[in-house]
Structures are given as C-alpha cells and as structure tokens.
C-alpha cells in the first residue's frame, strides 16, 4: 500500500472584506507567475511510485476562511488511509495547527509537517478567522511527529512564529534554514528527506 501524503497549499486571509478588495487593488500580476511551480507540484514525482501525494486546491484561497476550509478538508478524511502524512504550508500550516488542535481525528497520522507557518493567536489578531488556541497537546498527541521549517529571511511569515510553535509545541523538530524566504523553491530536499525518514522508521 502506498504511504499517503496530504498537502494543504498557502493562501491570503483577511480581517474584513475591504482589506481583501484593497490586496486586490493592488497586486501586481505577471504572465510568468502563472507558469510557476514550486516543491508542492513536484512532490510526488521526487518521492517516487511507493507515495501518494494528495494536493486539493482549497476553496476562495486568495480570501480563505478557516471554517469553509474545514468543511472542505473534512470531505477528504473518510479517504485518508491510517498513518497518513499531512503538510501545510504558510496558511495551510496553520490551518493544519488549528485543526488538530481542535479536533480529533479518525485517522491516525504518522507525522505533521508545518511549512513556514504564521502562529497568530485571538489576543494577536482578535479578528483574524485562523487564530489558534495557546493549548496545541492534541495536536503534538494526534501527529506522533511534528517537524517545524522555517527559513530566518522568510518576508512573509517572520521567524519569530516558528519560535511560538517552538514554545507551545516543545516537542516538535526545528529545521532552521537560511536564504529559502518564505519557501517557495522548485525543491524542498529537507522536507522530503523528514518525509523519508518517518516512513521507513515504521515501516
């Protein structure tokens, strides 16, 4: 049986409706950044046949609100196999962080990558749709293993929320990586080789 792996891509999310027609207003647009792909679109390829990579494009990600990604994840759980791999990256890490932090799942899930992931909190962003609780033990108890990566110069996501998932989640495993901003590159040997590693240590 191939050894799924689920990935939940990034996305935008906005306190009010304004602030989202404002990003709109002024985003820039090119031709080549819809030819361009990254780590997430090579994954199964670079993991090879014994993988089954799982990558759905979640709903309104340019506005995404974290109850309407719930429903949508929450279609996929009766297909995810025991022992499952689940990724996200930027706000698909902390959707993943609120989730399983939240709710208990079914499946059981050999490990939980979280990718450049903001840690934004009630008290930090009261009006924020994905805020996460203080309290994150279901999440460290349903992941088995949880690896952090974060990379120092990340524009997007400032490192400073890794060291927050670090304090809460004394238990997960740092990776440091420096130059990668908010890792976005055609290859993530990091990642895959964790990936690799958790596989073949229950295997």
Not at 38 to 52: A, I, N, P, R
Request: aromatic residues 12%; contains cysteine.
């Amino acid at each position: 049986m191939k050894q799924q792996v689920f990935v939940i891509h990034g996305g935008n999310a906005f306190d009010t409706y304004e602030e989202y027609l404002s990003y709109l207003q002024a985003k820039e647009v090119n031709l080549e950044s819809l030819q361009y792909s990254d780590w997430k679109h090579s994954l199964q390829e670079t993991l090879g046949d014994s993988y089954e990579v799982i990558a759905p494009r979640m709903p309104n990600s340019n506005n995404a609100k974290y109850l309407e990604w719930k429903i949508y994840f929450e279609k996929f759980i009766p297909l995810l196999q025991e022992n499952v791999i689940v990724i996200g990256h930027s706000l698909g890490g902390i959707f993943l962080a609120k989730y399983f932090s939240e709710e208990a799942c079914p499946t059981s899930i050999r490990a939980v990558f979280l990718v450049a992931a903001p840690f934004s909190t009630a008290s930090q962003h009261p009006l924020a749709d994905f805020v996460l609780s203080t309290d994150l033990h279901l999440l460290q108890e349903q992941g088995s293993e949880v690896f952090l990566y974060h990379s120092t110069d990340d524009a997007v996501v400032p490192y400073s929320n890794v060291e927050e998932y670090v304090q809460h989640l004394p238990e997960a495993k740092l990776r440091t990586l420096e130059g990668r901003n908010h890792i976005n590159q055609p290859e993530f040997p990091e990642l895959v080789k964790d990936i690799q590693s958790v596989t073949s240590e229950s295997n």
